[in-house]
T-cell receptor, first 114, second 111 residues
């Protein structure tokens, strides 16, 4: 089955700097890659996603890249702000009309330093 | 628009008891999935239901069961609770085969 590896487990960056979180997946059939942000005491919040037919997607300060050949995908946050502090999860899914379970990485705890 | 709602928010049970967790999806979403999140880990897939039919099941024992009702709400049942079942149980609803939107979760503590 699918396995998603996420690095680093903890990341500290100065406010205003950029943060990068990297993930790899094992199942070449995976075609959907969402990223979630989870704040303390809350459920995961979908912040951006990318499908396998796209190499890059950007939404304001957040961007994701996907390298299908290498089975790598990454989250880039620019101009980090204190409210970006949270746990971020990458995930992979083989979305079909029958089954679209999401397999999550173990998470990255992002600290934004003042 | 209301997001995914879950009840109860917190629950304390004793080993051997059973528990029922409830989820209401976003209006118009017909698919509901359940995940277990142990402290410090990513969510793990338990079940997915679409139009009241089970579409997928994760690697969980038969003590875990679920169902979806005609209004697309869902219940997760866990029998014969073990200490290791202590976790945050998340429900997610989906309009398509892609995006899943999570509720706030139910924190289950088994003592």
């Amino acid at each position: 089955g699918e396995n998603v590896e996420q690095h680093p487990s903890t990341l500290s960056v100065q406010e205003g700097d950029s943060a990068v979180i990297k993930c790899t997946y094992s199942d070449s059939a995976s075609n959907y890659f969402p990223w979630y942000k989870q704040e303390l005491g809350k459920g995961p919040q979908l912040i951006i996603d990318i499908r396998s037919n796209v190499g890059e997607k950007k939404d304001q300060r957040i961007a994701v890249t996907l390298n299908k050949t290498a089975k790598h995908f990454s989250l880039h946050i620019t101009e980090t702000q204190p409210e970006d502090s949270a746990v971020y999860f990458c995930a992979a899914s083989t979305a079909t009309n029958r089954d679209d379970k999401i397999i999550f990485g173990k998470g990255t705890r992002l600290h934004i330093l003042p | 628009d209301a997001g995914v709602t879950q009840s109860p928010t917190h629950l304390i049970k004793t080993r051997g008891q059973h528990v029922t967790l409830r989820c209401s999806p976003i209006s118009g979403h017909k698919s509901v999935s359940w995940y277990q999140q142990v402290l410090g880990q990513g969510p793990q897939f338990i079940f997915q239901y679409y139009e009241k039919e089970e579409r997928g099941r994760g690697n969980f024992p038969d003590r875990f069961s679920a169902r979806q009702f005609p209004n697309y709400s869902s219940e997760l049942n866990v029998n014969a609770l073990l200490l290791g079942d202590s976790a945050l149980y998340l429900c997610a609803s989906s309009p398509t085969a892609y995006e899943q939107y999570f509720g706030p979760g139910t924190r289950l503590t088994v003592t």
